[in-house]
């Protein structure tokens, strides 16, 4: 059965503000560029928000991927990911981190490196400047990190250096 299709309205928090404009200078994840730094302008109605947050290391960034779209519809369900450019390998989208998605939502684990009344400096940028924000929440060791050793399906297969691009990855 297939659900219905429903109309959300996500207000935007913030803003991100960062050095990158373009999807293919853009590195892919945040845990693979924990040195540059970023902020998070965040919109007047929403400051009172960041009360606390200051007091954690890390949180959880939710944004709105809203410049990698596809002109010709929805992003495909099985799709080449970033990493398996070279091997043009499909993956389920579900199976993936693309910012091509059903619904491109964006999830950084950022270093919080300084929480202001109307910003958020923070480590980890991965994402381009512009980027709408549509949450932050902090990361809780205790609720976050599971036990064990998890699978982390075709991910275990690769090896990824710091700071990768997906122009990076189109090359041969």
């Known amino acids: 059965m297939t659900p219905p299709e429903l109309a959300l309205r996500l207000p935007v928090i913030g803003v991100v503000r ?72 499909r993956m389920g989208v579900f199976a993936t981190r693309s910012p091509r998605r059903v619904n491109p939502i964006g999830l950084s684990l950022i270093q919080l490196l300084e929480v202001t009344s109307h910003a958020v400096v923070f480590a980890g940028v991965d994402l381009m400047d ?20 998890p699978r982390c399906g075709w991910y275990d297969e690769i090896t990824i250096t710091d700071g990768t691009t997906p122009g990076q990855l189109a090359q041969p």
């Not at 965040?42 to 939710?62: K, T």
Request: hydrophobic content about 30%.
């Open 18 to 89: 960062a050095s990158h404009h373009e999807l293919e200078t853009t590195p892919i994840q945040a845990g693979l560029n924990r040195a540059e730094h970023g902020t998070i302008e965040i919109a007047e109605p929403y400051r009172d928000g960041l009360d606390g947050l200051g007091s954690f290391d890390y949180a959880w960034l939710l944004s709105w991927l809203h410049r990698p779209r596809d002109p010709d519809g929805p992003a495909p369900l099985r799709q080449v990911p970033f990493l398996l450019r070279r091997r043009q390998r």
């Open 130 to 149: 512009g980027t709408p924000v549509i949450d932050l929440k902090p990361y809780v060791t205790r609720f976050d990190r599971p036990p064990g050793k």
